[in-house]
Nanobody
Framework: QVRLVESGGGLVQPGDSLRLSCAAS????????IGWFRQAPGKEREGIAC????????WYEDSVEGRFTISSDSAKNTAWLQMDSLKPEDTAVYYC????????????????????WGQGTQVTVSS
């Protein structure tokens, strides 16, 4: 069974940090680009951080660059999103998704041919 499972979301205050995990099972991430996406209430889904299948290239959306860090480890079949200096506008449901044969930029910017999605994890940033 092919599955992606996100975890690590929660309720935090502005300035706090969270680390999200995306665990893959039923397939290997070795040939997949991986992306983190988020969708806030009333807003469109947006790609915020994506990494190439080789881990050689990373793309960040401007609003999170410098605060968020994406990483992956094929040996653990897992990707992570480290989120620092969280802001209220980061409040959203966060999803991971993967695709083969597409660049990290393509999947983040255009959601290109994403094959598998996780169920999402809620991140709420509020004082």
């Amino acid at each position: 069974q092919v599955r992606l499972v996100e975890s690590g979301g929660g309720l935090v205050q502005p300035g706090d940090s969270l680390r999200l995990s995306c665990a893959a099972s039923g397939f290997s991430l070795v040939h997949y680009a991986i992306g983190w996406f988020r969708q806030a209430p009333g807003k469109e889904r947006e790609g915020i951080a994506c990494i190439s299948a080789s881990n050689a290239s990373i793309w960040y959306e401007d609003s999170v660059e410098g605060r968020f860090t994406i990483s992956s480890d094929s040996a653990k079949n897992t990707a992570w999103l480290q989120m620092d200096s969280l802001k209220p506008e980061d409040t959203a449901v966060y999803y991971c998704a993967v695709a083969r044969r597409h660049s990290e930029y393509a999947i983040c910017k255009y959601s290109a041919h994403l094959e598998h999605w996780g169920q999402g994890t809620q991140v709420t940033v509020s004082s």
